[in-house]
C-alpha cells in the first residue's frame, strides 16, 4: 500500500520528466542559438573596435551562448538532471577579471540569449538581440565631455609651482592638481588641465628656470570637471 509521502515523491518526479526534445528540435534551437552567438561576436568586435579587444573572450561569449541553450534543453527532460547540472555548476569558480564594464553586458546577453533560445522563444531571443543592438549603437552616439590633460614637470626648484600655476591659468580654463610631490631639491607635479593652445602652454612651462622636463599627456579616465 503506498502511502501519502510515496504518491507524493512519485507525482513530483513524474512532473518534472518530460519528453526528451527530439532531434529536430534539437538541432533547429541549436542552429538558431549559433546563428545569434554569431551575431554576438560580430557585434562585441565592432564596439570594441576603439578600446582593448580580447579575441579569447569574444569566442567564449559565442561558446557560452551554445552551451547555455544545450544546458536548458537537457534540464528541460528530467528533474535528475537539472538538479545535477545545478550542483556540477555550483563548483565552479570564474576568476576572470572584467577590464572594461561594457563586457558584463555582452556576457549576460550571451547567456540571456542561450537560456532564450533553450526554452524554445527564439523570436524573443532575436527581438530581445536587435533591441540590445539599437541600444548600444544610439547610445555610443551621445557625446560625452573631453577628458582633461595631464601636465607633468619636473624641476629642481621646489618654489616654482606658482609661476607653473600662473602659465596654467592663462592658457587653461580649468585647472585640478592631482599629485605633488616634494623632495629636499625636487618638485614633482601632475596636474590635470583643460586648454585649447597645448603647444603653448608646455613651451611657456619648459621656459621657467628650475624646471627640468615637462609632458602633456592625454588619459581616458573619468571626466572630472
Excluded at 40 to 49: A, E, N, Q
Excluded at 156 to 174: L, N, P, Q, W, Y
Excluded at 209 to 218: F, K, Q, Y
Aim: hydrophobic share 50%.
Amino acid at each position: 500500500m503506498q502511502t501519502y509521502n510515496d504518491i507524493f515523491r512519485k507525482s513530483f518526479v513524474e512532473g518534472f520528466n518530460g519528453a526528451a526534445p527530439d532531434i529536430k528540435n534539437i538541432l533547429l534551437t541549436m542552429g538558431v542559438t549559433l546563428l545569434i552567438s554569431l551575431y554576438i561576436f560580430f557585434v562585441y568586435r565592432l564596439m570594441t573596435r576603439k578600446t582593448f579587444y580580447s579575441k579569447n573572450f569574444n569566442i567564449s561569449l559565442s561558446m557560452l551562448t551554445v552551451i547555455t541553450a544545450a544546458v536548458i534543453l537537457s534540464v528541460q527532460s528530467s528533474i535528475v538532471i537539472s538538479l545535477g547540472m545545478v550542483g556540477a555548476l555550483s563548483i565552479v569558480r570564474f576568476r576572470t577579471a572584467i577590464k572594461d564594464p561594457l563586457d558584463l553586458i555582452f556576457l549576460f546577453w550571451a547567456i540571456g540569449v542561450g537560456i532564450i533560445c533553450g526554452a524554445g522563444l527564439a523570436q524573443m531571443a532575436i527581438l530581445t538581440s536587435v533591441i540590445i543592438t539599437a541600444g548600444l549603437y544610439f547610445l555610443d552616439l551621445i557625446p560625452v565631455a573631453k577628458a582633461p590633460m595631464l601636465l607633468v614637470f619636473n624641476s629642481s626648484d621646489t618654489e616654482v609651482e606658482e609661476k607653473v600655476m600662473e602659465r596654467v591659468k592663462a592658457h587653461c580654463s580649468a585647472s585640478n592638481v592631482k599629485s605633488r610631490n616634494i623632495t629636499q631639491n625636487r618638485l614633482d607635479m601632475i596636474i590635470e588641465v583643460r586648454c585649447k593652445d597645448q603647444p603653448a602652454l608646455v613651451k611657456e612651462v619648459a621656459q621657467i628656470e628650475g624646471i627640468t622636463t615637462v609632458s602633456l599627456l592625454s588619459h581616458d579616465g573619468e571626466v572630472t570637471f
